[in-house]
Each structure stands twice: as C-alpha cells, then as structure tokens.
C-alpha cells in the first residue's frame, strides 16, 4: 500500500470548544477507519502556574485559542467531514470555495518546538518581569495592591517589590506567582 503524503492544515474552532472540536474529529476518524489519513490532531498548550488560596495550581492555557492543528492528507471527503464537525467553523487560510493552504513546515516546527520547549521547562513563570515594572498584588496579605519592581530574585524565582501602604512605601519579597504584570 502507498503511503499518502499528509500535510498540516489549522482549523477554526469555536472558543473554549477546542477540546470538544478535537475528541469530535478523533472520534469521526476512528468511526470510519481513516487513520491513515489522519495523523495527529494538536491543541497547542503551555502549563501555567497561579497561587488561588494560598496554593500553588498549574493549569493548561492554550497557545492559539479558537484554532486547532491536524495533520491530514486531505481529499474532499476528509474535508468535508471535518468541516461538518459540531464547533469546526472551517479550515484557515481557505478561499470561499477553494482548498484549504497548508501550513508551512517551518511555522509547524516552530509551533511545535515551542510546545516541547514547554513541556521541558521547569516550573517557571512564562512572564519574567523587569526592574521597574508595574505589577499587581494577587495573592498574600497584600492582595490588591500595587507596586514597581525593585529587584529580581531569579534563583528564588521571587521579587522585591516598592508598595505603597497607608501612604508609606513598603518593600515586600513576593513570589512570582504571587503577582501579575498591570
């Protein structure tokens, strides 16, 4: 059997229904027996830490919110079952009527490079801040207020923040997570 040349196409989904968009493509594939013309069906994400109540929770925040990536080797009925998908608006770059432009190879890498590059990653904030920067106070006794970065602590992933309390500047050692650019 010939192998068939497979492409990466990115689909508009719904937002929020990225998820639902992809068990919904995964199942119609299975269903019908074309895995051989579909090979991977992506949601691009990053694990993002916050402090909620005193404790530290990760969460998945998606890259491209709305969008989803496949890679398919794509004929009329594959396009067109996709496109019948409950919450698939369509394909990308796809002229009214016209075939769907797959993605360069090289956007696909960089895309996909980023998302190991994240899974790699330690625990780390994907924001670093700036001596200087207006932050806001998210989590701790000070919750609400708001400061300039005086000094980053990169090893203890904290910072030094100036905040103003009861008219009085106040230097406070907040940890990243305990505060989120303004």
Same mark, same amino acid.
């Given at each position: ?96 009527? +016209?075939?769907? =432009?797959? *993605?360069?190879?090289?956007?696909? %890498?960089?895309?996909? &490079?980023? /998302?190991? #590059?994240?899974? $790699? ?10 001596? +200087?920067?207006? =932050?806001? *106070?998210?989590?701790?006794?000070? %919750?609400?207020?708001? &400061?300039? /970065?005086? #000094?980053?602590? $990169? ?28």
């Amino acid at each position: 059997m010939t192998e068939v040349t497979k492409k990466w196409y990115v689909i508009r989904a719904a937002g929020g229904k990225e998820k639902k968009a992809r068990e919904y493509i995964e199942r119609e594939v299975k269903r019908l027996h074309l895995e051989e013309y579909v090979s991977q069906v992506l949601i691009p994400t990053e694990k993002i830490y916050q402090v909620k109540n005193g404790k530290k929770i990760s969460k998945e925040r998606i890259f491209y919110p709305g969008y989803i990536l496949i890679e398919v080797a794509l004929t009329p009925e594959i396009q067109h079952l996709i496109t019948s998908i409950p919450h698939v608006s369509g394909f990308l770059g796809s002229v009214k009527g +016209g075939d769907p =432009v797959p *993605v360069r190879m090289a956007e696909i %890498n960089r895309i996909l &490079g980023r /998302v190991d #590059e994240q899974a $790699e990653r330690e625990e780390e904030n994907i924001t670093p801040y700036l001596v +200087g920067e207006a =932050v806001k *106070v998210i989590d701790g006794p000070f %919750n609400g207020f708001n &400061g300039t /970065v005086e #000094e980053i602590l $990169e090893d203890k992933k904290k910072l030094k923040v100036m905040v103003k309390i009861f008219g009085r500047k106040t230097l406070l050692e907040l940890g990243f997570v305990q505060v989120e650019k303004e």
